[in-house]
């Protein structure tokens, strides 16, 4: 049995981390991703990423992106998204959310510019440990942009 170490004082439920497979399926369909702006060096899902301290939505963004913003503020992330694509800067964002579908920020940055793609079930996120851990309180979807010429 595997003995898990007391939670560290920086894990909150927004760096619950997306499991492999998940990512894997999605590189299946669209390569291997450039960037990943949001996450820990240990969780990360692309060549190059931006952790907390470097500020994903201050920097500029390349190439195909892997997306698991903060599920508690998705909104400045998805408004990040859409202006990344809309500069040129990106091909492709691939952002796995929460399905949050009647709140503005899904309205606004996600409706007009995103397939939508629903997954069924739940995920089970990874915690501090790199082990699963329990499933947020909703669903999970895709929400694949991609650059227009």
């Known amino acids: 049995m595997i003995e898990l170490t007391e939670r560290p004082a920086w894990w909150t439920t ?7 497979e998940i990512v894997t399926e999605m590189e299946a369909e669209f390569g291997p991703f450039d960037l990943d702006p949001c996450a820990r060096p240990e969780t990360t899902k692309a060549a190059y990423y931006y952790a907390k301290d ?9 190439g195909r992106v892997w997306l698991n913003p903060p599920y508690s503020e998705p909104s400045k ?15 492709l964002v691939v952002a796995l959310l ?9 309205h606004d940055f996600v409706l007009p510019y995103a397939e939508v793609r ?3 079930g ?4 990874l915690g501090w440990e790199g082990l699963p851990i329990g499933s947020p309180t909703a669903g999970s979807l895709f929400a694949i ?4 010429p």
């Not at 992330?77 to 091909?91: I, Y």
């Not at 942009?145 to 227009?148: A, C, D, I, L, V």
């Open 98 to 106: 929460p399905t949050a579908v009647d709140t503005g920020w899904f």
């Open 145 to 148: 942009y991609r650059s227009t």
């Open 14 to 20: 927004d760096e619950w981390a997306t499991p492999p």
């Open 54 to 62: 470097i500020d994903g939505l201050t920097q500029e963004w390349f």
């Open 118 to 120: 629903y997954r069924r």
């Open 77 to 91: 992330w998805m408004k990040k998204t859409v202006e990344e694509l809309q500069a040129g800067r990106v091909s």
């Open 122 to 125: 739940r995920i089970k996120f």
